[in-house]
């Protein structure tokens, strides 16, 4: 089983900062790695696939980026809707894993 | 418009069984693979299980032979039977499809979620 390991588990971030958060796998995934946004009280929401690529109807200041082990979600110019949790999902094999979450937290 | 409803959950005693069951809409349902994945309160997410439309069936290692999936293309519908339940197994159940267009490999990103359904395994 490929174990997702996410950093930081929080982030208190100001309007406007921009926000890192990473995803380490513990072993080769290729680009198979997804990033998604959990809002309080509702479902994940997919936000970036395969490592960088867009999706449909979600705001350009989420992007993605890595390979292979090491992977990145950043959020520029952070706004207050994005207060969520972020999880990574790999795909590169069954069972699926997910990373441990981000909370992003706005000051 | 993409929908999956999730019915099924409530309270359970240890030991007990329950089906929970996702009924899919907005999409044509037998060409894509479906999941279910959970989340206790105030925790992360976990992967739980999986079936292809070859009816081909995975689970994760805490569940398996507990649990089994099963969809029927007929109804648009996927199943999650759970035996023998226990305290561990309280979450919200998910179901969850799995993306079909330009996948890397053999397997897909999870691409649209449904609200969830609630188990309580207490006594």
């Known amino acids: 089983e490929i174990v997702l390991t996410q950093s930081p588990d929080f982030q208190s971030v100001t309007p406007k900062e921009k926000v890192t958060i990473t995803c380490r796998a513990s072993?080769?995934?290729?680009?198979?790695l997804h990033w998604y946004q959990q809002k309080p009280d509702q479902s994940p929401k997919l936000l970036i696939k395969?490592?960088?690529q867009s999706i449909s109807g979600v705001p350009s200041r989420f992007s993605g980026s890595g390979s292979g082990t090491d992977f990145t979600l950043t959020i520029d110019s952070l706004e207050a809707e994005d207060a969520a949790a972020y999880y990574c999902?790999?795909?590169?094999?069954?069972?699926?894993?997910f990373g441990g979450g981000t909370k992003v937290e706005i000051k | 418009e993409v929908q999956l409803v999730e019915s099924g959950g409530g309270l359970v005693q240890p030991g007990g069984s329950l089906r929970l069951s996702c009924t899919a809409s907005?999409?044509?349902?037998?060409?894509?693979?479906f999941h279910w994945v959970r989340q206790a309160t105030g925790k992360g997410l976990e992967w739980v299980s999986a079936?292809?439309?070859?009816?081909?069936?995975y689970y994760a290692g805490s569940v398996t032979g507990r649990f089994t999936i099963s969809r029927e293309n007929a109804k648009n519908s996927v199943y999650l039977q759970m035996n023998s339940l226990t305290a561990e197994d309280t979450a919200l159940y998910y179901c969850?499809?799995?993306?079909?267009?330009?996948?890397?490999?053999?397997?897909?990103?999870?691409?649209?979620w449904g609200q969830g359904t609630l188990v309580t395994v207490s006594s």
């Open positions: 999902l790999q795909s590169g094999s069954l069972p699926f894993t």
């Open positions: 395969y490592t960088s």
């Open positions: 079936i292809g439309g070859g009816y081909d069936t």
């Open positions: 969850v499809r799995e993306g079909n267009l330009n996948c890397v490999g053999y397997l897909c990103e999870l691409d649209f």
């Open positions: 907005g999409f044509t349902f037998n060409t894509y693979d």
């Open positions: 072993q080769t995934i290729g680009s198979s």
